[in-house]
């Protein structure tokens, strides 16, 4: 299958309009052909157009799917081949619900590069993922404009803390705390709280559904992705390896010579498209 520079080539022999779109279905039918499997590919292109306010996950993004698995065979299950920053909490709830309802649990997560934060999530809700050496996923604890939600929350336990052991401390955590707005601690604890509790619905119904430990399994993968504590930092990119020491069911692209030619195919189209368009999302 062709590298990064042998798509490029490819696209540029294309004649007429619109080279990128009919390169990259040529590739998505030879990826769904191998695989028997419908194929969708949710990708952003926000690395490349880091400032385009659309490029996350949000409730825009429902219409694509619903137009994109109209009339798709139901009984051969979806690969979704995700790139993606995250996005809106909502959103991936909603998206995860309908797939849910279109494929029930019969669905792959493939990530050629990263899925982070919601996508993460996403993935999460699949029966297993596949990922290679070059694949990351990130930590899901959620954000208030780009603010920590499991930061703010150790933050003011910290303050409890110190203040009850130092008095003299009141006027510096005084000046911290006044900062934020009227129950927003208490909003940080609801967004963590339902992160936590649709991972853990996810994997205990879908990649661990019928195993006597899911909600044990499942309780340990969730504490280690939404750790701000072990994690550090929002967009710390978690390997493979990783991923695996959590107890998530991540398969090795490279297991499979051909998928694996495949999948990273269909990525550099899409990267492609991205780097020589105007196209943000797909």
């Not at 603010?147 to 203040?163: H, Q």
């Not at 927003?184 to 853990?200: M, P, Q």
């Not at 069911?249 to 195919?265: F, M, P, R």
Request: proline letters at 4%; hydrophobic letters at 40%.
């Amino acid at each position: 299958m062709p590298n990064w520079n042998e798509v490029l080539i490819e696209l540029q022999k294309e004649a007429g309009l619109n080279p990128q779109d009919r390169v990259r279905r040529r590739f998505l039918a030879e990826l769904s052909n191998y695989t028997k499997r419908n194929v969708i590919v949710y990708y952003s292109g926000w690395l490349q157009k880091p400032n385009h306010a659309s490029a996350i996950i949000d409730d825009n993004d429902m219409n694509g799917f619903m137009t994109t698995i109209h009339q798709l065979d139901r009984a051969k299950g979806l690969d979704l081949i995700l790139h993606t920053p995250g996005g809106n909490l909502a959103s991936v709830e909603s998206l995860v619900d309908y797939l849910r309802k279109m494929f029930d649990t019969d669905v792959r997560a493939f990530i050629p590069q990263l899925a982070m934060s919601a996508g993460t999530m996403l993935a999460c809700s699949c029966k297993e993922i596949v990922m290679g050496k070059h694949s990351f996923m990130g930590p899901i604890d959620p954000q208030f404009n780009g603010i920590s939600a499991e930061g703010v929350r150790e933050e003011f336990e910290k303050a409890i803390k110190e203040v009850k052991s130092d008095p003299g401390a009141i006027p510096i955590w005084r000046e911290i705390i006044s900062k934020y707005h009227p129950t927003f601690i208490g909003d940080c604890e609801k967004a963590i709280e339902w992160s936590r509790s649709i991972v853990t619905k996810w994997l205990t119904t879908g990649m661990f559904n019928g195993n006597a430990k899911s909600e044990e399994i499942a309780s340990k993968i969730v504490s280690a992705l939404s750790s701000h504590t072990s994690t550090l930092s929002h967009n710390r990119q978690i390997p493979m390896s990783d991923l695996q020491g959590f107890g998530l069911k991540v398969v090795n692209l490279e297991d499979d010579s051909v998928l694996q030619d495949l999948v990273l195919t269909v990525h550099h189209a899409y990267m492609h498209t991205f780097s020589t368009t105007l196209v943000w999302c797909v």
